[in-house]
């Protein structure tokens, strides 16, 4: 076996380089790995924001099985992206609100499942 001394410095910087390029991209969307993500996306309508940001936590029963992940507005409504938990059952009636958390006004995703549905 030849010494690490007497190789190609070139093939050596080559690989390492490479190796430093996937584990870059490989962290920049560990949360997309498929093996990783455990969550599932969703989308509600609200006629006002009601103070609710992207980040803010979403609940079941009181507790968090997710996090809001967008808004953006949609006609005359505000569409509000989230993403719960894999296990979760929402029903196709369930209900979402939107609630205070703090008394400083930080808000959250309240959701009440209802009716039949899949599992998140």
Do not use: C, W
């Amino acid at each position: 076996m030849k010494r690490f001394s007497e190789r190609n410095r070139i093939v050596i910087a080559a690989v390492g380089s490479l190796l430093l390029v996937v584990v870059a991209l490989g962290a920049m969307n560990f949360s997309k790995l498929p093996l990783i993500n455990d969550h599932s996306g969703y989308g509600a309508a609200f006629a006002d924001s009601a103070g609710l940001a992207q980040g803010d936590p979403v609940s079941v029963a009181g507790v968090d099985v997710g996090t809001i992940s967008g808004l953006s507005l949609s006609g005359s409504h505000v569409l509000v992206q989230f993403t719960v938990q894999n296990g979760v059952t929402l029903g196709d009636r369930t209900n979402a609100s939107a609630k205070v958390l703090t008394p400083l006004g930080q808000e959250y995703l309240d959701l009440e499942p209802a009716g039949t549905g899949q599992m998140a």
